[in-house]
């Protein structure tokens, strides 16, 4: 469903603020399998098997829309739309059942020519890309894919090299200006390895990709893992417009103009705030009544402590840091006042030797989140993992662990050679123009965040009776508010001088009285003034106060004669 009309009660609902402009570059997707024989025999269960695990995924996260549409395209006998374009978020069940009919395919039959076959997928992408205008023609400006283009994903079994080769040979001619990105993904099983050798007219039409032609291939192995880093990669912001990040470093003393590094940001991960209704992800790690189960008021019981089982012992440098999410916990030793003397003298010398062990060693540890109950009838239950490392202090830092099923495609070049010369000399000209520390101290570092809370605090607060009170205000008090005006004759303020003393003494306007009209304090007071209305002076407030008019000084007198 589309995000724009979701309710105020959704918990995505204060992330609309800025989903206009995340993901906003994401195009539409078109997925197209060659379901030829005999490949697809051999390809079919791990081809299903990995959309249907990335489709219940992508159709349950929450946040930013990072697939606006998707199509789907088989290709047997003849072509077939299995799926017109359609939002991925929320439509679990269309999708799986596409899903289930592209399984259904035979995989044995007739062997059509490659001519043939070749002809098919061309015909096909041309297809997809013309359902694509017709599709953003009828959509017009509702449509979340603001950028109008589309990437079409084919999967096959077939040399990769001869599928690209034919693609760029019958589209040359066609007209390309909504593609974005033409992708050839060949599905490579155990016999498949050293048969793809180039020919060359191969060879040219790898020449003619490295020069930025519309078609890309990528070749995977026979498995649902890389299947599914394919279709994940569809999850990752496909901006590439212009820089994300920009890093400052100083230059040297005589140049002001710092040394700027452009990058882009890539997510690892994706966060398991964004699936909803998944318990014991480890979601909230912010504060130990997060992590601990919600206390039983009813039974008056305390909770049951979390269990988590250690599972694996790892190399402090095996473990990379970008596959941690969340705040991290410390863990220390149980003061329980319920615990004797000598069952918390035993634990503290357990929790001091594994410290001690996990530090001398430069060791961490993998743990599992042991469940609560069984998981109900027909669901496996939800697994989640954390990462224990020795802190230098008596401690021990726990942090959440992703899953395979939340990690991204992320593939970093290693660096070949030694950086140039000239660009060394530059960054370490940079780095020398900063002051080492050998530790970090947050005490250090001020946000600025106790400014900004007190300054937004006092502009957002109320400040009547201080402020001044629109005419419209004026009109909408309770008449039982206004009592009989204590009036003085024209002849008794004839004559008197205008001035400020009357409004001196009026600092403050008065509060409403809201007692009722039996009280004690209200007979002897009596109904407050209409006068109690009167705006406040100028210098009590942020705007200027008007000229006061002459009943507004008049009434001052009244005042000033009713108080004497």
Request: proline share 8%; hydrophobic share 35%.
């Amino acid at each position: 469903m589309d995000n724009r009309k979701r309710t105020a009660g959704s918990s995505s609902f204060r992330s609309l603020v800025f989903w206009s402009s995340s993901f906003s570059r994401q195009p539409a997707r078109v997925l197209i399998v060659e379901a030829l024989p005999p490949w697809w025999s051999e390809i079919c269960k791990v081809l299903c098997d990995a959309l249907d695990n990335f489709l219940s995924l992508a159709c349950s996260l929450d946040g930013p829309c990072r697939i606006p549409l998707l199509s789907l395209y088989a290709i047997s006998r003849q072509q077939e739309c299995l799926l017109p374009f359609a939002q991925v978020r929320g439509n679990l069940a269309r999708l799986h059942s596409c899903v289930e009919e592209l399984r259904s395919i035979p995989g044995e039959g007739c062997i059509i020519g490659a001519a043939r076959g070749s002809d098919l997928l061309h015909q096909t992408v041309l297809d997809s890309l013309q359902q694509f205008k017709q599709y953003m023609r009828h959509a017009g400006s509702s449509q979340a894919c603001n950028n109008a283009s589309v990437e079409v994903t084919v999967v096959t079994s077939q040399p990769g090299r001869s599928v690209v080769h034919q693609l760029e040979t019958r589209l040359k001619d066609a007209d390309l200006v909504s593609l974005r990105r033409l992708l050839v993904v060949q599905v490579c099983g155990a016999a498949d390895s050293g048969q793809d050798t180039p020919s060359p007219e191969d060879t040219q039409a790898e020449d003619s990709l490295m020069l930025g032609t519309e078609v890309d291939l990528q070749q995977v192995e026979n498995t649902v893992l890389a299947v599914e880093t394919v279709f994940k990669s569809w999850l990752q912001e496909q901006g590439g417009d212009g820089e994300q990040l920009h890093l400052l470093l100083p230059s040297s003393s005589d140049n002001p103009i710092p040394v700027c590094v452009k990058c882009d940001t890539q997510e690892r991960l994706i966060s398991p705030a964004l699936i909803p209704l998944t318990p014991s992800l480890g979601v909230k790690t912010e504060s130990i009544r997060d992590f601990l189960p919600v206390f039983n008021s009813s039974s008056n019981q305390s909770p049951a402590p979390q269990k988590l089982r250690v599972i694996k012992v790892l190399r402090a440098e095996a473990v990379c840091e970008s596959v941690l999410y969340g705040l991290p916990l410390l863990i220390r030793p149980t003061t329980c006042w319920k615990l004797d003397w000598d069952e918390m003298e035993s634990n503290h010398s357990l929790f001091h030797a594994l410290c001690h062990t996990l530090r001398s060693r430069d060791l961490f540890l993998l743990l599992q989140l042991e469940p609560d109950q069984r998981p109900p009838a027909g669901s496996s239950g939800v697994r989640s993992f954390y990462m224990l490392q020795p802190c230098p202090s008596l401690s021990l830092l726990l942090k959440p662990v992703v899953s395979r099923e939340l990690l991204l495609p992320c593939s970093m070049p290693a660096a070949a050679q030694a950086p140039s010369p000239h660009a060394m000399q530059t960054i370490e000209g940079c780095l020398a123009q900063l002051d080492e520390e050998f530790v970090l101290n947050p005490v250090s570092l001020s946000s600025y965040l106790y400014q900004h809370l007190t300054n937004k605090g006092l502009v957002s607060q109320q400040r009547y009776p201080y402020r001044l009170q629109s005419s419209a205000a004026h009109k909408d008090w309770p008449q039982a508010l206004e009592g009989p005006r204590n009036t003085v004759s024209r002849k008794q303020r004839q004559g008197r001088p205008v001035g400020s003393s009357s409004k001196v003494r009026a600092t403050v306007a008065p509060m409403p009285s809201s007692t009722s009209p039996s009280s004690s304090s209200s007979s002897l007071l009596g109904p407050p003034p209409a006068k109690a209305l009167r705006p406040a002076l100028s210098f009590l407030s942020s705007r200027r106060a008007p000229a006061p008019t002459q009943q507004q000084e008049a009434d001052d007198d009244d005042n000033s004669m009713t108080m004497q």
